[in-house]
């Protein structure tokens, strides 16, 4: 919820700079990810390289709801996974 007003204003570099809570692959984490990067990509400059890593973060997060066969959520994080 932090992150909403920035992005919606289009101040990018506040989302990109929240941390990533949940360790685990939720779709929290997924969200978290997502809205780094968008942050990171939009905001450009030195943290646009941050983009990548949250896009291969929200990989992984796809590739352990597949092994779970948690196919839903998989579904829905590959929908965020889009390069």
Avoid: C, K, Y
């Avoid at 101040?11 to 809205?35: C, S």
């Avoid at 973060?57 to 948690?70: K, Q, W």
């Amino acid at each position: 919820m932090e992150a909403r007003l920035p992005l919606e204003r289009g101040d990018w570099a506040p989302p990109a700079r929240l941390p990533v809570r949940a360790a685990e692959p939720t779709i929290g984490a997924a969200l978290d990810h997502f809205r780094a990067g968008l942050g990171a990509a939009r905001h450009g400059g030195a943290i646009r390289p941050q983009s990548r890593l949250e896009i291969a973060a929200l990989t992984a997060n796809r590739s352990r709801h597949d092994a779970a066969r948690d196919t839903e959520w998989a579904r829905v994080v590959a929908s965020n996974d889009r390069r």
